[in-house]
């Protein structure tokens, strides 16, 4: 099975700040990578689809980018409500594995 | 517009089957592909399988052996049956639609909390 490894587990970061978070894939797995921010009390929303599409109504602070086994998710000028849990997952085919997560805080 | 929502029984004893539903309005699920989601309280997510729009499925294989996920096309409903529960499945179980355009989980319904507990 494909497993999907986050880092860093955490980051405490200022608005305004650039911020890159990173997803490694255990085998190639092209650009069928998403990105979720989920929120405390709150379901997953998506963010990023096929590694670097931005998903509709996503700022466009947000971008993802990547292939094969190393893919980013970059959030550029952070802003208070971007503080939140990220996850990877791998997409279109089984089994559609999570990342285990890269939690954002802000200072 | 496009909304799911899950129920179930909130609390289930150990050993015992856990059933859950998810009713979705809004599309048609002879045409969307629907996945069931968990998350342990503190903890990250589990893809746990998929039902696709043709009623075939795949789940994890680290649970394969107690899952099952069926639906109801005439009622729009997702059912999800996991048997032999312990006390580490607790969790806030979603269900979610896979889009054809993102191949992802663009829709998520509110979640379902499940306590396995005696």
């Known amino acids: 099975n494909i497993v999907m490894t986050q880092s860093p587990k955490s980051m405490s970061i200022s608005v305004g700040d650039r911020v890159t978070m990173n997803c490694k894939a255990s085998?190639?797995?092209?650009?069928?990578i998403a990105w979720y921010q989920q929120k405390p009390g709150q379901s997953p929303k998506l963010l990023i689809y096929y590694a670097s599409n931005r998903y509709t109504g996503v700022p466009d602070r947000f971008t993802g980018g990547g292939y094969g086994t190393d893919f980013t998710l970059t959030i550029n000028s952070v802003q208070a409500e971007d503080a939140a849990f990220y996850y990877c997952q791998r997409i279109y085919n089984s089994p559609w594995t999570f990342g285990g997560g890269t939690k954002l805080e802000l200072k | 517009q496009v909304q799911l929502k899950e129920s179930g029984p909130g609390l289930v004893q150990p050993s015992q089957t856990l059933s859950l539903t998810c009713t979705v309005s809004g599309l048609s699920l002879t045409s969307n592909s629907v996945s069931w989601i968990r998350q342990p309280p503190g903890k990250g997510l589990e893809w746990m399988g998929v039902?696709?729009?043709?009623?075939?499925?795949d789940y994890n294989s680290a649970i394969k052996s107690r899952l099952s996920i069926s639906r109801d096309t005439s009622k729009s409903q997702v059912f999800l049956k996991m048997n032999s529960l312990q006390t580490e499945d607790t969790a806030m179980y979603f269900c979610a639609r896979i889009t054809s355009m993102t191949m992802a989980f663009a829709y998520w319904g509110q979640g379902t909390l499940v306590t396995v507990s005696s």
């Open positions: 039902i696709w729009s043709n009623g075939g499925t």
């Open positions: 085998q190639n797995v092209g650009n069928n």
